[in-house]
């Protein structure tokens, strides 16, 4: 697409990987071309992280003038209705730990692979031609939907099924938290507005997986957590 | 997967070729794997067809004993949010014919992308390896979601995507709809609980792409329609 004018969906939500990818597509989209930032409420246990994504959309609303509004797309009962198994849409398991399971029970099966067939069907609808998501298979613990392989294969497989070619675009798919930080700070990406707790208390809990990556990240670059 | 137990996915849409794909699942697998048929309620202006679905998985769980429960997923609003631009999921619209343009509305853009998606999520939470679709490359009138090259390649992103390999089956998908028919005549399959049209009327309306597509093919046949 170098060269080329596309128009691009982002899932945003509500963490760090997404906002850093907004803002990288903010920073080296031109400006007429239109970006369409979507959230899905799936029923998640950390239904907060709404907020967050709607508050880095307003941000860049505010900056860039094709951001368009940030679009809900509500599927609350749906992975109630295929999937039980998963501490993220049933909050009544334990958050389990990468450190005690092959692949803990916070992966959604099927997650990414849904988001990414609706966004290719939204993208069908307002002529978009790129799908940008945060996946980022470095620091996510082993969730199959996350891998470069799985991406590589799902944009193949969306441009074989719909009616023009769309490409899916990983911003921060190869890089470490710590690097994702980083290319947010160079960006002025707002990462004051991003929750990455998988729990919705009043703070983050600072145990889960994805909280202790987090500070991790934060602790490796010596700087404290602007959302905190 | 030959020789190999599997479970399976089955998508029964009250449609004639997902009732021959049943037929086609019953007949070929040992009693020991189970079959998961699966509905989707997605707000299509046809919804009468869930009625026919009920009525084909209720003909084979009285025969075959491992046909599990017609599961129901609900996702009437997805679309709506998604695509306004079909007149499966916008009925106000009128259903364009093959014959007057490329790529008719009745086309829902995403449909089999997000169907498989879901059907990938389900069959890794009660351990599917076979995800069956009856879809056909013959005699649809050019949905992208359809061809062989599209199911192929979600296919390899869904095993790519979930925690162990699961294969799409498509047993309809290189036959005419005539050569369906056969197939589900040879197989005793219950075509007569079967609905084609795109519209939800008291009777077939006589008159959409399917309904013709149908009706050449039982003429082909020179056999009468069994549902009518």
């Known amino acids: 697409m170098a060269g080329q004018k596309s128009n691009t969906i982002v899932l945003v939500s509500g ?12 920073a080296s989209d ?3 071309c239109k970006i369409f930032p979507v959230f899905f ?11 967050y994504a709607d508050a880095v ?3 860049y609303r505010d900056l860039h003038r094709n ?22 849409t049933n909050p009544s398991l334990p958050l389990e730990k990468k450190k005690d399971v092959a692949l803990p029970n916070t992966f959604v099966p099927g997650r990414n692979i849904i988001f990414l067939a609706c966004m290719a069907s939204y993208a069908e609808e307002v002529g978009a031609d790129r799908i940008c998501i945060g996946v980022n298979s470095v620091s996510t613990p082993g969730y199959p939907d996350c891998r470069a392989e799985f991406i590589f294969k799902m944009g193949l497989a969306i441009t074989a099924g719909t009616s023009f070619p769309k490409k ?10 710590a690097e994702t ?28 997986d994805s909280c202790e990556s987090r500070m991790e990240a934060f602790e490796e670059l010596g700087l404290p957590d602007p959302a905190l």
């Open 168 to 177: 899916i675009s990983t911003p921060v798919g190869h890089m470490s938290k």
């Open 57 to 59: 959309v307003q941000h």
């Open 15 to 26: 963490g760090l990987d997404s906002a850093v990818c907004l803002a990288a597509i903010c």
């Open 30 to 32: 031109p400006e007429d």
């Open 41 to 51: 409420y799936y029923g998640q246990r950390n239904a907060k992280e709404c907020f």
């Open 67 to 88: 951001v368009q509004e940030l679009k809900y797309i509500h599927i609350r009962n749906l992975f109630r209705q295929l999937v039980v198994s998963s501490s993220i």
């Open 181 to 208: 930080i980083k290319l947010g700070l160079k960006l002025n990406a707002p990462l004051k507005f991003t929750w990455s707790c998988h729990d919705n208390g009043k703070l983050p809990c600072g145990k889960c």
